[in-house]
């Protein structure tokens, strides 16, 4: 970049927020709906928010699978449906972030645009990772809208008896296998999996929603490592080939690599490094939120790539700026966990009650309650996103387990 690039100094304060997913409008909302409610000479008054994404829509993604299942229409809203009206959108992807002139460049339709801001909100999300040779090229997944439309496509076009085998134990993996199941009882729906299926559950949890899978007709193929997808065929480690008509990979998350392209501290993962503020650990500029973060260990060891993670991380995020931008104290993060939900077809679910630190308690809700409660929770998501944008703190999560240590973090703003 050059050097007319850089952002002018002025008494407003410019944040970019780089993503729209449930941290990014989370956070891009409270952060404005604070400015709504400033007083006197309170600096937050002064706040401009620029959202940047690569699409006009706001993608519900725990609602994916049924989409893909064809279940439900679309997954996607309209931006101003659940952003605050104030909110600057460019539809564009940022390309590279110049955290010494704090500047981004965001590829658009029309060209390559810089970009300034005073702070950074790094909100960029996850998707589908493809970790073995041929799984991007001959499996669908249910990451994105795109790809979802895809493999709703694909699985539409499927003759009775056809076989889906979906790949990956996982909470993603279930919910895509039993909407596909109940949506379409004339196919062979297989889940294929390297461990247990929902090993992390209760014994008792896990029994009941096996039940529920096998009621639905999906098999399960436990302890089977996929090592290549052909076009028509997994090819798994002990040397097995098992065909398919569609395969669905859900074996595992991956996020963007901007940070590490961009020279920001990651992770093993490419996930920006922050600490118990949310801060980028090398670059104050810059707040986290979302699955493409490495949150410090003492408070976010246990958390998961989850809505119920990205919402709470994004509140937190703009408590953090604000902060920075009020020249207080940051605040220490502190978020856990309520519940584990799954959907299993549109007539079952399963809600986990947890603690703090996600681990279960001796409480849940199956069957038909538990689809009435999962589908509460997830208009719940989208109502407390709008709520934000008139009420800083409408969306309110639990506190986290106690940390070892709480560090007291001072920050002035710049």
Known sequence: MTKSSEHPRS????????????AGVLAANRILAARDRARGDDPARNCRVTVVNPRAQFVERIRLHQVAAGTRASATLPLPDVLHADAQVIVGEVR??????????VTTADGVVPLGY?????????GTAHS???????????????ATSALRAALAALAPEAVVRVVGGGATSVEIAAEVA?????????????????GFMRPR???RIMRTLTGLGVTCREDTRVARVGAHELHTAEGAVLPFDVCVWAAAFGVPDLARRSGLATDAAGRLRVDATLTSVDHPDIVGAGDAVAVAPE?????RMACATAMPLGGHAATTVLARIRGRALPVLSIGF??????????????????ADDSPRPLAAGGRLGATAKEAICRMTVDKLRAERARPGAFHAPKGPAPAARPRIEETSR
């Open 338 to 355: 309520a519940a584990q939900c799954l959907s299993l077809g549109r007539k079952a679910g399963y809600v986990q009650l947890v603690r």
């Open 132 to 146: 073995v040779p041929g799984s991007g090229e001959h499996a669908h997944h249910a990451g994105d809208d795109a």
């Open 118 to 126: 005073d702070t950074l909100v790094y909100a960029v999300g996850s």
């Open 299 to 303: 408070v976010g060891g246990h958390l």
């Open 11 to 22: 008494s407003e304060h410019s944040v970019v927020v780089v993503g729209a997913g449930y």
């Open 182 to 198: 109940a949506a379409r009882p004339d196919l062979a729906v297989e889940i294929v999996s390297a461990d247990r299926v929902l």
């Open 205 to 207: 949890a896990r029994a």
């Open 96 to 105: 590279s972030i110049d955290a010494d002139r704090r500047c981004v460049e």
